[in-house]
């Protein structure tokens, strides 16, 4: 149909239910259509040059990879109502919460998907009849078994090891604890209205934690607030787009604020740890070459323990959006950012220096000439 947009996805896919949550709360018209193996192996990679999903078509024929490219393409084109805060410490946040959502969730995502066997049934249906619709269920389930062997090699890189169940475990309860209490205070993390911290969140527990049924039932059907926000992030009402107050002051409400201490704590160290390796071969990178997709380990806080994961240059790219954010900040925004987090402990994220980086594909690729 003229002026839709068609998303290429599936339910189970972390990413996708990132995108699909914010185009169903946008009303832009669009058409979510299942990934088979033509469409994954052959369209997909032509227009993007990756195997990956999701990816959404404009009206116009443009082919966009990367969630937080979809949510930048609509916001651009249908900017009301805006998903970004006006207001400097809210407007950081947002893409703070960001960053977290998509990066430092896989490995909990992952873990609880495939470290519980009784969630294979669901990925193997949904995935096997997306892939090969159209051939008999014991070849779609030959299909799938390639696919999640694939995706189970990913495992050790993210920091899903066994040795490390224990701490991911205990952080996860601790962490939807804490967000379980701050949606019984507020519709949404910054406030009465969704905003891009939400659909970063909802990576995660979309397709993964309130879906999969292992996850689902243990973690996040007795934390009711929380799995209320899933709700209202999956099937968005019209209330939530008209008519809603902004913000009446730029704070974080104080709910939030353990969450936040915890972000410095934890995240910014990872960022740190991979920034260091990737600036470290800078010097040996030819001009116009992507970084590695995974360099050397990093073992940053986790809670009340240690976690190690493999560094993903990827994850600075995100950081980059969040410091772009600052970058474009009137001086005066700058030093009420600069206060508010000398306040929670994220002065440091201001100082990362991190080369600038533009995205290919599943790959970033260094800028000469700047940092």
């Known amino acids: 149909m003229k002026n839709t947009y068609t998303l290429y996805g599936w339910h189970l896919s972390y990413f996708t239910g990132k995108a699909?949550?914010?185009?169903?709360?946008k009303r832009v018209p669009f058409v979510l259509k299942d990934v088979d193996m033509f469409t994954l192996m052959r369209r997909i990679k032509r227009n993007t040059g990756a195997v990956v999903m999701p990816v959404m078509v404009s009206p116009q024929g443009e082919w966009i990879q990367d969630s937080s490219r979809i949510i930048d393409h609509i916001e651009a084109q249908a900017p009301d109502p805006s998903i970004i805060p006006s207001t400097p410490v809210l407007r950081f946040s947002a893409y703070l919460f960001e960053a977290w959502g998509d990066e430092w969730w896989v490995p909990i995502a992952m873990h609880t998907r495939w470290s519980y066997p009784e969630n294979y049934t669901l990925?193997?249906?949904d995935a096997g009849r997306a892939l090969l619709p159209w051939l008999p269920r014991f070849v779609q389930r030959l299909a799938v078994r390639k696919v999640a062997n694939s995706l189970r090699s990913m495992l050790?890189?993210?920091?899903v090891r066994r040795e490390q169940f224990a701490v991911m475990d205990e952080w996860t309860r601790r962490t939807l604890d804490q967000l379980d209490l701050h949606f019984s205070q507020s519709p949404f993390l910054l406030g009465n209205t969704p905003s891009l911290a939400d659909f970063g969140l909802v990576g995660s527990m979309y397709g993964h934690l309130g879906r999969d049924p292992w996850p689902a039932r243990e973690l996040i059907a007795p934390r009711v607030h929380?799995?209320?926000?899933?709700d209202r992030m999956a099937q968005p009402t019209p209330s939530q787009t008209v008519g809603a107050a902004p913000p009446a002051d730029d704070h974080i409400a104080p709910t939030l604020e353990p969450i936040v201490r915890a972000i410095f704590k934890e995240f910014l160290p990872l960022l740190q740890g991979i920034n260091s390796q990737a600036k470290a071969m800078?010097?040996?990178?030819p001009a116009g070459r992507g970084l590695p997709r995974t360099l050397q380990d990093v073992t940053v806080p986790m809670g009340e323990g240690q976690f190690s994961r493999a560094a993903m240059p990827y994850t600075l790219w995100m950081a980059q959006r969040a410091l772009d954010v600052v970058r474009a900040m009137t001086p005066a925004d700058q030093e009420t950012l600069r206060c508010w987090l000398r306040t929670v402990g994220g002065e440091g994220f201001?100082?990362?220096d991190i080369p600038t980086l533009r995205l290919h594909a599943l790959r970033v690729i260094p800028e000469r000439g700047g940092a």
């Open 350 to 352: 201001l100082e990362l």
């Open 123 to 125: 990925f193997e249906h």
């Open 20 to 25: 699909l949550c914010y185009l169903r709360y």
């Open 156 to 159: 050790h890189k993210v920091g």
């Open 282 to 285: 800078l010097a040996t990178l």
């Open 226 to 230: 929380l799995r209320a926000w899933i």
